[in-house]
Structures are given as structure tokens and as C-alpha cells.
């Protein structure tokens, strides 16, 4: 995983009648990381999470469509602050760095869903998460 760049991609539904299915394309994980925590987690609309950056693990984000809703990041402290905007029927899947500071923000009017996978376990002694706002772009 190179440790310079934030990447995503849009995975397209190949889904039938029983529901939803967004298969990773396999180059993903090609590079990747063992995974050591895993945080699925929602945002109401209206709502931001992130907002911080670490100094250590390496994050993938799958992030499951539902409205509209928007991605912010930088490439490390004192680098430009970048976005993009989502709305469809792609799920959307992030690589982020260490060093570089990511939020999501729900600009639609339902729930957003989002699972966090990194490298490194979460200790709440010693957090590996670092606030820098960088939504507000």
C-alpha cells in the first residue's frame, strides 16, 4: 500500500432479487494489510466522522451507497484539503494512509453506513488518532 496517496474507487451492485452485492476488485487487497480491527459504524445525515488522521495504521473504508454524501482529505499536515461527492448506487472503497487526514460527511437525508478496517488494533490507552479537521473545505 503506498503511504503517500489516498485512493477510492466506486464498486458497482451486481446484486439480483435477494439483495445487494458490491464484490471488491481483488487488486485491492493485493497490497494490503492484515487486518487487526474492524469498525462498522453509520452516520445520520447532516453528520461528519473523521476528521483525523493516523500517525501509524493504514485504513481501508468501504463505504455502502445511500444519497448523497461527500469525502475529505489531505496528504499531511499543511497539504491542500480535497473532496469529492458521491450520490448513486456505488459503494465506494478508500485507502487511506498514515498521515493523511479523512472525514466523511452525510450530506443526504438517510443513514449512511461505513466499515473501517486498519492494520493495527484499537487501544483506547494509545489511540493512533490524531484531529485534523479537514471537512470543512
Not at 78 to 104: C, N, W
Not at 117 to 124: E, H
Amino acid at each position: 500500500m503506498d503511504d503517500a496517496v489516498l485512493e477510492f474507487a466506486e464498486i458497482d451492485d451486481s446484486g439480483d432479487v435477494r439483495g445487494s452485492s458490491f464484490p471488491v476488485p481483488p487488486q485491492w487487497f493485493a497490497e494490503a494489510f492484515c487486518v487487526r480491527d474492524a469498525h462498522p459504524s453509520s452516520i445520520r445525515p447532516g453528520h461528519t466522522r473523521g476528521d483525523h488522521y493516523h500517525e501509524v495504521r493504514h485504513e481501508i473504508l468501504i463505504v455502502m451507497p445511500a444519497g448523497r454524501w461527500s469525502l475529505h482529505w489531505d496528504s499531511g499536515a499543511d497539504t491542500m484539503v480535497q473532496y469529492r461527492k458521491f450520490e448513486g448506487t456505488a459503494a465506494v472503497i478508500i485507502k487511506v494512509p498514515p498521515l493523511s487526514s479523512h472525514a466523511i460527511r452525510n450530506d443526504g437525508d438517510t443513514d449512511l453506513y461505513v466499515i473501517g478496517l486498519t492494520d493495527g488494533p484499537y487501544d483506547p490507552d494509545s489511540p493512533d488518532t490524531f484531529p485534523r479537521k479537514v471537512s470543512g473545505a
